[in-house]
């Protein structure tokens, strides 16, 4: 009953029937997903999956978008092993599950997953990008590491960083209009703070209509009305990474 009186508000959406181009590996203590252009790149994107982990087919969707558009794309299992979010799990339990699942607290597993892709793959050239969860670890890494080209934060919980807008890399926010878990008020907060405080490229789009995790969460053959900004976002962001990459 916990679930149906307060659901989890990261609702899976439409959970895509998708296999994956590419395939798993194991970087020193972490799996991770990996998908390479058929043509040698020396331009790579770390995705960062959201609280439904690293093996959610629509996220390894996205990583084998990028690599159509000339990236290596590796998805690592930010959680290390822990298990990811289910949606039959119970809501209150939420916050206690999170403890562990520190999005600010990735930078151990940051830099192995760089190290592998700069002596393993041969990427000169790394951006970033996250959903969710996976958004605010993308502005955590964008204010502290130095090694990242850019970085694109989707629907990032923005709450957590409310005192830091110094950002070292270019950076992209794409948020929903209808986003009730990141209200458009913190929104414009991040914008002012940006504006006073960041020396870097930096762009905040407001989608019309979208509700959290639209551009990795909805189909667009169910959800047609929402197809022309889950478009938008995506090629918002293959732009973005083509840009600074």
């Known amino acids: 009953m916990a679930n149906e009186l307060r659901p989890c508000p990261c609702d899976i959406g439409d ?32 995705v960062i999956h959201d609280i439904f982990g690293w093996q959610l087919p629509n996220t390894r ?13 590796i998805c690592p299992d930010f959680f290390v092993g822990q298990e990811a979010w289910k949606p039959s799990n119970d809501w209150a339990s939420f916050d206690d599950w999170l403890k562990t699942r520190n999005a600010s607290k990735i930078d151990k597993e940051a830099d192995v997953v760089l190290k592998y892709l700069r ?11 996250g959903f969710c969860w996976g958004g605010a670890a993308v502005q955590h890494l964008m204010l502290k590491n130095p090694h990242l080209k850019t970085g694109v934060s989707l629907y990032g919980v923005i709450r957590h960083f409310e005192d830091r807008s110094d950002l070292l890399h270019p950076t992209f926010f794409i948020f929903g209009e209808k986003d009730y878990i990141i209200p458009l008020d913190q929104v414009t907060l991040l914008e002012q703070k940006l504006k006073q405080n960041c020396k870097v490229d930096y762009e905040v789009k407001i989608y019309p209509g979208q509700t959290h995790g639209f551009v990795h969460r909805k189909r667009e053959d169910i959800n047609p009305q929402d197809k022309p900004y889950i478009e938008e976002g995506r090629k918002d962001m293959i732009n973005w990474l083509n840009k600074y990459l």
Not at 16 to 44: L, M, N, W
């Open 119 to 129: 002596d393993q793959c041969g990427a000169k050239k790394i951006g970033v990008i």
């Open 15 to 46: 959970r895509f029937d998708y296999g994956g181009r590419g395939q798993e590996v194991q970087v020193e203590h972490i799996k991770a997903y990996i998908c390479k252009p058929p043509t040698s790149t020396d331009k790579a994107v770390i």
């Open 61 to 73: 969707y996205i990583a084998d978008m990028l690599t159509t558009n000339g990236y290596i794309a």
